[in-house]
C-alpha cells in the first residue's frame, strides 16, 4: 500500500474560480433528473379491465348519470391524469456545466479538502486496506479520483458508504459536492487541468 500526499501548485484558473451557486443547484438538480426511471405508470379508465357496461340506466332512478363503473369516481376506476412513464432528462449548455464544475471544485480547494498523492495503490483488493489508507490521510468521507482503471481501489471502497471512486472522465458537480474531500492522484489532478483548461 502505496499514498504519498504531495502539494502541487493548482492552476488558479481551475481550482481558484468564482463560485457559482445557482450553477451549482441547477446542475445537481440537472444530474437528479437524468437519473430518474421515469418508469411510473397508472391507468386510465380506458385500460381498466371491465366497465364495459352502462351501470343504470340514464333517467328515472334518481342517481346520477354513468356510464362505466370504471370511472375514476367509482372505487377499482381508472385514475386521472396519473403519471405515464417519460424521460426526465435533459442537458444544460456545456459552458454552463463546465462552469458549475470549476466552481465545485475551487470551493473544495478554498475549504482545504483536496489532497493530491503522487500515487494511491493497494496491494490486493481489500476494504480494510481502503480504510487503513484513509485513515492515513485523514479521512472519512472521500471522493476518489484515479487516471486510469484499478480494480484493487475501486473494489475495495465500493463497500464504504462514504467513499466513491471514479476516474477522471467521470468527474461531476454531485459527487463533488456529495463527499467532503477529493483526493486525487498526480496524474488524475494534470488530466484535469488538460480537460477543463479554458
Known amino acids: 500500500m502505496e499514498v504519498h500526499v504531495i502539494q502541487p501548485d493548482l492552476n488558479a484558473e481551475i481550482f481558484g474560480a468564482k463560485t457559482r451557486l445557482h450553477l451549482l443547484h441547477q446542475t445537481v438538480v440537472m444530474q437528479l433528473a437524468n437519473r430518474r426511471a421515469g418508469s411510473a405508470s397508472t391507468k386510465s379508465k380506458g385500460f381498466v379491465r371491465g366497465g364495459g357496461k352502462k351501470p343504470w340506466r340514464q333517467k328515472g332512478t334518481g342517481r346520477a348519470r354513468a356510464g362505466s363503473i370504471r370511472s375514476p369516481i367509482f372505487v377499482g376506476g381508472g385514475t386521472t391524469f396519473g403519471p405515464q412513464p417519460r424521460d426526465y432528462s435533459y442537458r444544460m449548455p456545456r459552458t454552463a456545466r463546465r462552469e458549475a464544475l470549476l466552481s465545485a471544485l475551487s470551493l473544495k480547494s478554498r475549504d482545504g479538502k483536496i489532497v493530491v498523492v503522487d500515487k494511491f495503490q493497494l496491494d490486493e483488493p481489500k476494504t480494510k486496506l481502503m480504510v ?58 494534470k488530466m484535469i487541468e488538460e480537460r477543463l483548461a479554458a
Open 132 to 189: 487503513k489508507a484513509l485513515a492515513e490521510l485523514k479521512v472519512e468521507s472521500a471522493l476518489i479520483v484515479i487516471a486510469q482503471p484499478d480494480t484493487k481501489i475501486e473494489r475495495s471502497a465500493r463497500n464504504l458508504p462514504k467513499v466513491k471512486v471514479l476516474r477522471v472522465e467521470g468527474l461531476n458537480v454531485y459527487d463533488l459536492l456529495r463527499y467532503e474531500h477529493l483526493i486525487l492522484t498526480d496524474v488524475a489532478l
